[in-house]
């Protein structure tokens, strides 16, 4: 065998070696393609909208609010007891229906988003409270104090505006920090008649507030997305507001059989302030689109307090000045559409 014939063995030699062999039994016995399952997307639930570069939305919601003012309008702090409890007759509110409104600007290829929104909310004076009065002796007079009934007046007014980002951790979870600036401004008002015996007569009460304030205002939305369409939210936030209030309450008893235990007090200031606001938000959302247009609607439980935010001039035993917390928390239904 010369040397060419050997060279061209080894080689097709070295080639069959290289190859699998499989016998007819392994071959009968092999599938002729492995399944490999399939991978979960990495991609999380997208914000919803038509263009890709810019993304205009629109929302309102409906709001049933609680407003609460633990302003007590008729306690032994300004009158006396004679061994009576459960005689505190504070300022009682009322769910009642409000609503808000939103637009924002969004540039969806980096998800920065530049919103405004306002919010409205009326608890009406005509919501009112009454109340049995025992064993009560009040103030100089000595009267007793037989019944009450109270009214209390809100009407709230607050913009804001945001710059945001929202950026995806995980799979499914998303966190949406902000940025921005808020404004509110309200009107509050409590007014009361006690109803006074031996000798009988009436003593009518009125607290009245005008507020505005402006603040930096930072929070965050956190979403966790089940799917593409449902998920669960909370967020919150805070502002450091600085704040002018006018106060203007005044008080007169009467007392026909005896004019000279009449009495009239009244007071009126302005001042500046700082005062803080802290909010939360827990809710559900379900997004969707069609043609191009996104949508969305959300269900939450809200809430948003402003500390030492009423201020109440005391004038029995002693004229003085005390400030009470403004809460107000309840319900919002909240929908969307995005293009």
Excluded at 186 to 212: C, E, K
Excluded at 250 to 265: A, G, K, M, Q
């Amino acid at each position: 065998m010369s040397m060419k014939h050997l060279l061209l063995a080894c080689t097709l030699c070295s080639l069959l070696s290289a190859q699998e062999i499989i016998t007819p039994e392994q071959k009968a016995t092999t599938p002729k393609h492995k399944n490999i399952p399939k991978e979960k997307s990495s991609l999380p639930a997208k914000p919803l909208g038509g263009h890709e570069e810019y993304d205009f939305s629109l929302s309102a919601a409906y709001t049933l609010w609680v407003p609460y003012n633990n302003i007590t309008i008729y306690d032994s702090g300004y009158a006396t007891t004679a061994g009576a409890t459960g005689n505190d007759l504070t300022a009682k509110s009322f769910a009642v229906s409000g609503f808000k409104v939103a637009g924002a600007l969004d540039t969806k290829h980096d998800k920065w988003s530049l919103e405004a929104k306002y919010t409205w909310f009326l608890h009406d004076p005509s919501l009112k409270t009454n109340r049995t009065l025992e064993n009560v002796v009040y103030g100089a007079q000595g009267s007793g104090a037989s019944s009450a009934e109270s009214k209390y007046y809100v009407q709230f007014n607050r913009v804001d505006g945001t710059l945001s980002k929202r950026v995806f951790i995980g799979n499914f979870l998303d966190f949406k920090p902000w940025l921005g600036l808020l404004g509110a401004w309200d009107r509050q008002s409590l007014r009361y008649t006690i109803n006074l015996t031996s000798p009988d007569g009436t003593n009518n009460s009125s607290y009245s507030q005008d507020w505005w304030g402006i603040g930096p205002y930072a929070g965050a939305r956190s979403t966790y997305h089940f799917n593409d369409n449902l998920g669960l939210f909370i967020s919150s936030g805070a502002s450091l507001l600085l704040t002018n209030r006018s106060t203007t309450s005044y008080s007169t008893t009467t007392i026909p059989e005896d004019p000279d235990l009449s009495t009239i007090s009244n007071n009126k200031d302005s001042h500046e302030d700082q005062e803080v606001m802290v909010e939360v938000c827990l809710g559900a959302i379900w997004e969707s689109s069609m043609d191009k247009i996104g949508y969305h609607l959300a269900v939450s439980w809200d809430m948003q307090t402003y500390f030492q935010h009423f201020a109440q001039f005391q004038f029995i035993n002693g004229a003085s000045q005390s400030y009470t917390n403004y809460s107000m928390q309840g319900l919002t239904v909240e929908g969307g559409i995005s293009f």
